[in-house]
């Protein structure tokens, strides 16, 4: 079968040229069941994107389709603004509950837009409103959305040049691992904060991503991530986690910020909260950062309910217990050892290479954007779905679903290592 044999006319006659991923995947899909997706044709794809993890627990999980199912046929709510339901109430109910007592933490929810950029702009605005003070600390690579606000904290030049006017408020920062070892960027942070030459405003508050997704599968370390709280204690400046496509168990934990044992004072999560694919964000914020007047921030989807329900199902079937988590950290175990061979192969056809990563948040980075773009490429013709991040497009990037079967797994990583070293041999015979 030929992917443009297929009718594509209107499709890219009605849709706006800024489209992506359909670009990549030439196709038009029509079902998708767990890990796999299904073409018109009937044509099957392992899934190794998942809606940019959006879908940790895979595409139509019975369980959670279900419950939702189920709310639906007894007209369940399913647009009511932000005004109390009972889906709602069982959603913070569940999440006070499987969620934030049994890890310490006590945090207000605030419903904003269905995304994660809205949830960013929202814990933008709460700091800046809690301390007086405008300047936000982002760091390199960082990625955090592209409305205007969490734009001005997105480091990747592409993003930033289409806001097509100047973006402010933001002092970007070295990551970990930016500068060589663990604690330079730290010092230098310091340093910042405490020389008054250092043209750094003082800021409201320091934003990060504990694994930065789209800027290329960058693991901060927890000698780093420490340091950050610390110096945020010190200088009463307030932490603000994006867990949004790092969370829900994408990393092992069910926050990427457990396993350093750090503790922010706002996490911004979307992606896979709903468990099920609906558009769902949120704010969880410390307490006494709670200082909105009513109406102040608002918009027409403030919460889903139809994601409320799903959301619940979600928690109570897999994070009451630690089954689901040590399956993530066991599966991120043979991806991490399949991508350090592969990333061998790349270094015999004498191209650098690396792994990285938590959990089923993987990378692999051959350091050559267009090499990367033609391994999607193969891949997505022998049957994979998969893309790329990192400054150039140079990471291969494994977000599977959590749930994904050994078979399936061990089947979409041979058709990468194989699509791997056919475009290596084809470079090796061009040269």
């Known amino acids: 079968m030929t992917h443009m044999t297929q009718n594509t006319e209107s499709l890219e006659r009605l849709e706006s040229e800024v489209r992506t991923y359909s670009r990549s995947f030439p196709t038009i899909f029509k079902r998708a069941k767990g890990a796999k997706l299904y073409d018109e044709q009937d044509r099957e ?29 007894d007209d369940g709510i399913t647009h009511g603004l932000d005004m109390w339901t009972a889906a709602k109430r069982e959603f913070l109910e569940t999440l006070e509950e499987v969620i934030f007592k049994p890890r310490g933490l006590d945090y207000k929810v605030q419903f904003c837009g ?28 960082a990625f955090h959305g592209v409305t205007l606000g969490a734009l001005a904290t997105t480091a990747n030049s592409k993003f930033r040049h289409a806001a097509a006017m100047p973006t402010q408020g933001v002092s970007f920062l070295p990551y970990c691992g930016y500068m060589d070892g663990d604690s330079s960027s730290l010092a230098y942070l310091e340093k910042t904060l405490t020389d008054n030459s250092s043209g750094v405003d003082y800021p409201a508050a320091i934003l990060l991503e504990t694994v930065q997704g789209e800027g290329g599968i960058n693991v901060a370390s927890k000698v780093w991530l420490q340091g950050i709280e610390k110096i945020c204690r010190k200088h009463g400046i307030l932490l603000i986690v994006d867990d949004i496509q790092s969370g829900c168990g994408r990393t092992g ?15 911004t999560t979307s992606k896979s909260l709903s468990g099920y694919g609906l558009p769902f964000a949120a704010v969880f914020m410390r307490r006494d950062l709670d200082q909105w007047k009513p109406g102040e921030y608002n918009g027409t989807f403030r919460g889903n309910n139809l994601a409320f329900v799903t959301s619940v199902a979600a928690m109570r079937e897999y994070w009451t217990n630690d089954h689901l988590e ?22 015999e056809a004498g191209i650098q ?3 990285r990563g938590r959990g089923l948040m993987r990378g692999l980075d051959i350091i050559d954007g267009e090499l990367a773009d033609e391994i999607v490429a193969q891949c997505f013709e022998k049957g994979l779905v998969i893309e790329t991040c990192g400054p150039s ?5 494994c977000l599977c679903s959590l749930l994904i079967t050994d078979d399936e797994l061990n089947q979409g990583l041979d058709i990468l290592e194989s699509c791997l070293r056919a475009v290596l041999s084809e470079k090796s015979q061009a040269a």
């Open 253 to 267: 934990k069910y926050f990427s910020f457990e396993e350093a044992g750090i503790k922010p004072d706002v996490v």
């Open 393 to 397: 497009g140079q990471v291969l990037k």
């Open 353 to 355: 290479a690396e792994e």
């Open 326 to 347: 040590k399956e993530v950290t066991r599966k991120g175990k043979i991806v991490e050892y399949r991508f350090k061979q592969m990333a061998r192969v790349c270094q």
């Open 45 to 73: 794809y392992i899934d190794f994107l998942a809606g940019a993890g959006t879908l940790n627990y895979g595409h139509n999980n019975p369980k959670l389709k279900k419950v939702l199912l189920d709310y639906m046929m």
């Open 114 to 141: 269905p995304t994660g950029t809205n949830a960013i702009e929202a814990a933008l605005r709460i700091v800046r409103n809690a301390t007086g003070r405008t300047n936000v600390v982002s760091f390199t690579n």
